[in-house]
């Protein structure tokens, strides 16, 4: 648990009979105090906390190091957001336990719209169903912002691949189960459960090799110790640009505007396949709906503008925001999606 996050939780208000013995013993300056500010209700002081939010800096939680997908996704929305706000947003980087750490720090800290979360689809829809314990539950202890963003994934193949299309790959691992293996950047990542998104849903013997992280699987790639990758735009098209590679498909259900020649999966033989990268904002449950109407507002506005969908397009990210009803339908529909995927293939972490 960490204990540096901040609290704006004042007292529950004396009883009356308290507040006039307190007088008698500290004489007529409390007295001469108005009634409201000594008995003005939890619920009162929460209520006109919300309506002066934000007036001190907010902590934007990213669950990985510095560097990483997540927060070089995370930073120029909190540029931008504290420019839209007028506060400060101070990324910090709680790494740990594939993002488990930033999460139970957020859904531990006070509803105050103070402490929020950059989270993952790791944090909401993997990461409860590969730990046999988790501290945070991903529905209950989180009310959901807004959607932010989705770094796309893409199926990469050494250039010694008897395979110049998705469909020809396909048919290849099919002519020869149990031949080929794919990397990815590690257990639970969503280049894995891609990888087994696809094999159970074309009949596929793949045998899946994690690694620390996308680069090295991209490096053993190039290398030819490994013949396919799924990993994000980032990592792979400098090798596809430099011919060590081969592009083959995009992992998302529909093409993405980063690489619009590209086909999808769904359209190379697996109808229906769908396996989206996101990020998204949360705060505590019970914040306020003002709050949480006030971030998601800014937030949107933040994601729709031309300089971040462009600074997002040269990561090879592209920018989805929503309302809170949407992201919580979402949520759900990932945790049931993916649920049954690491059921299916007997995912655990390490």
């Given at each position: 648990?960490?204990?540096?996050?901040?609290?704006?939780?004042?007292?529950?208000?004396?009883?009356?009979?308290?507040?006039?013995?307190?007088?008698?013993?500290?004489?007529?300056?409390?007295?001469?105090?108005?009634?409201?500010?000594?008995?003005?209700?939890?619920?009162?002081?929460?209520?006109?906390?919300?309506?002066?939010?934000?007036?001190?800096?907010?902590?934007?939680?990213?669950?990985?190091?510095?560097?990483?997908?997540?927060?070089?996704?995370?930073?120029?929305?909190?540029?931008?957001?504290?420019?839209?706000?007028?506060?400060?947003?101070?990324?910090?980087?709680?790494?740990?336990?594939?993002?488990?750490?930033?999460?139970?720090?957020?859904?531990?800290?006070?509803?105050?719209?103070?402490?929020?979360?950059?989270?993952?689809?790791?944090?909401?829809?993997?990461?409860?169903?590969?730990?046999?314990?988790?501290?945070?539950?991903?529905?209950?202890?989180?009310?959901?912002?807004?959607?932010?963003?989705?770094?796309?994934?893409?199926?990469?193949?050494?250039?010694?691949?008897?395979?110049?299309?998705?469909?020809?790959?396909?048919?290849?691992?099919?002519?020869?189960?149990?031949?080929?293996?794919?990397?990815?950047?590690?257990?639970?990542?969503?280049?894995?459960?891609?990888?087994?998104?696809?094999?159970?849903?074309?009949?596929?013997?793949?045998?899946?090799?994690?690694?620390?992280?996308?680069?090295?699987?991209?490096?053993?790639?190039?290398?030819?110790?490994?013949?396919?990758?799924?990993?994000?735009?980032p990592g792979a098209m400098p090798q596809v640009r430099a011919n060590r590679a081969r592009l083959l498909a995009v992992t998302t259900g529909k093409r993405s505007a980063l690489l619009p020649d590209t086909p999808t999966i769904a359209e190379s033989g697996l109808p229906g396949f769908e396996a989206n990268n996101w990020y998204g904002v949360v705060v505590p449950?019970?914040?306020?709906?003002?709050?949480?109407?006030?971030?998601?507002?800014?937030?949107?506005?933040?994601?729709?503008?031309?300089?971040?969908?462009?600074?997002?397009?040269?990561?090879?990210?592209?920018?989805?925001?929503?309302?809170?009803?949407?992201?919580?339908?979402?949520?759900?529909?990932?945790?049931?999606?993916?649920?049954?995927?690491?059921?299916?293939?007997?995912?655990?972490?390490?």
């Open positions: 648990m960490d204990s540096t996050h901040s609290r704006i939780a004042g007292p529950v208000s004396a009883p009356v009979r308290a507040v006039a013995s307190a007088a008698l013993l500290l004489g007529p300056a409390l007295l001469l105090a108005p009634a409201t500010t000594v008995a003005q209700p939890a619920s009162g002081r929460a209520a006109a906390a919300a309506e002066r939010y934000p007036d001190r800096p907010i902590r934007l939680l990213v669950g990985f190091a510095p560097g990483g997908g997540a927060d070089t996704a995370a930073r120029p929305v909190a540029q931008r957001l504290a420019e839209a706000i007028g506060q400060q947003v101070v990324v910090d980087n709680r790494p740990g336990s594939s993002g488990n750490v930033a999460a139970e720090i957020v859904a531990r800290a006070s509803p105050d719209g103070y402490s929020v979360l950059f989270g993952t689809i790791a944090n909401f829809a993997i990461n409860p169903m590969i730990f046999e314990r988790l501290t945070y539950d991903p529905v209950r202890d989180f009310a959901p912002v807004t959607l932010a963003a989705a770094p796309v994934n893409v199926v990469v193949v050494h250039p010694s691949v008897q395979a110049s299309t998705m469909k020809e790959f396909i048919a290849l691992v099919r002519a020869k189960p149990n031949t080929i293996n794919y990397g990815s950047s590690g257990i639970g990542g969503t280049g894995h459960l891609a990888g087994e998104l696809m094999s159970l849903m074309g009949g596929l013997v793949m045998t899946h090799v994690p690694y620390k992280g996308g680069a090295p699987a991209v490096a053993d790639l190039i290398g030819g110790n490994i013949p396919m990758v799924i990993t994000v735009v449950a019970k914040t306020p709906q003002s709050i949480v109407t006030r971030l998601n507002t800014e937030l949107v506005k933040v994601l729709n503008s031309p300089g971040l969908r462009e600074t997002y397009a040269n990561q090879g990210i592209e920018a989805i925001p929503s309302t809170p009803a949407e992201f919580t339908a979402y949520i759900r529909s990932e945790i049931v999606k993916w649920g049954k995927i690491v059921k299916a293939a007997g995912i655990k972490a390490d």
